[in-house]
Antibody, heavy 115, light 108 residues
Framework: QVQLVESGGGVVQPGRSLRLSCAASGFIFSGYGMNWVRQAPGKGLEWVAVIWYDGSNKYYADSVKGRFTISRDNSKNTLYLQMNSLRAEDTAVYYC????????WGQGTLVTVSS | QSALTQPRSVSGSPGQSVTISCTGTSSDVGGYNYVSWYQQHPGKAPKLMIYDVSKRPSGVPDRFSGSKSGNTASLTISGLQAEDEADYYCCSYAGNWVFGGGTKLTVL
């Protein structure tokens, strides 16, 4: 069955960087677009970024454009989110999700931006 | 990329029907037939309940249905059950993707 496992979350100071990973299994990873979606504590869902199946196209929410970079390594079945210049408002659980609409989600990894 | 507008909360008794609205603009909900709905229980990942306005993924009960009129999409849950109590989010294609603010469904 489809499995998505995020990792890399933690506590980081404002202005610093963090890289999240999402290990995929149970499907042909290279055949699907992938998304990052986040959820601030007690708040709603926010789409963050999408990458096409072959990495040829990437799109970002305005709130992270220029600071976050989505990428993938199809040889490792892994999705990444490089987060730079982190702000307090980036504090959230970050989910990876397969395709859009997303029928498959990971369990999420918590990123806390705090001094 | 403004969030779609949902009521903050709705409620209903077991067996009743409830409808959750999701209002956007002609640039998102009204412009594409790509509205989806997600159910989220506390501490859990979202679950896809409806996609492409009215299609149900395999395994989702037919008590859940979706529709759209103009710039407003709706999720209707009929025959409410206790396990339907959760947060519900709409999502629409808008060039990129935009979610609604979420609606808390309480089963009385």
């Amino acid at each position: 069955q489809v499995q998505l496992v995020e990792s890399g979350g933690g506590v980081v100071q404002p202005g610093r960087s963090l890289r999240l990973s999402c290990a995929a299994s149970g499907f042909i990873f290279s055949g699907y677009g992938m998304n990052w979606v986040r959820q601030a504590p007690g708040k709603g869902l926010e789409w963050v970024a999408v990458i096409w199946y072959d990495g040829s196209n990437k799109y970002y929410a305005d709130s992270v454009k220029g600071r976050f970079t989505i990428s993938r390594d199809n040889s490792k079945n892994t999705l990444y989110l490089q987060m730079n210049s982190l702000r307090a408002e980036d504090t959230a659980v970050y989910y990876c999700a397969r395709e859009t609409p997303a029928a498959d989600w990971g369990q999420g990894t918590l990123v806390t931006v705090s001094s | 990329q403004s969030a779609l507008t949902q009521p903050r909360s709705v409620s209903g008794s077991p067996g009743q029907s409830v409808t959750i609205s999701c209002t956007g603009t002609s640039s998102d909900v009204g412009g594409y037939n790509y509205v989806s709905w997600y159910q989220q229980h506390p501490g859990k990942a979202p679950k896809l309940m409806i996609y492409d306005v009215s299609k149900r993924p395999s395994g989702v009960p037919d008590r859940f249905s979706g529709s759209k009129s103009g710039n407003t999409a709706s999720l209707t849950i009929s025959g409410l059950q206790a396990e339907d109590e959760a947060d519900y989010y709409c999502c629409s294609y808008a060039g990129n993707w935009v979610f609604g603010g979420g609606t808390k469904l309480t089963v009385l």
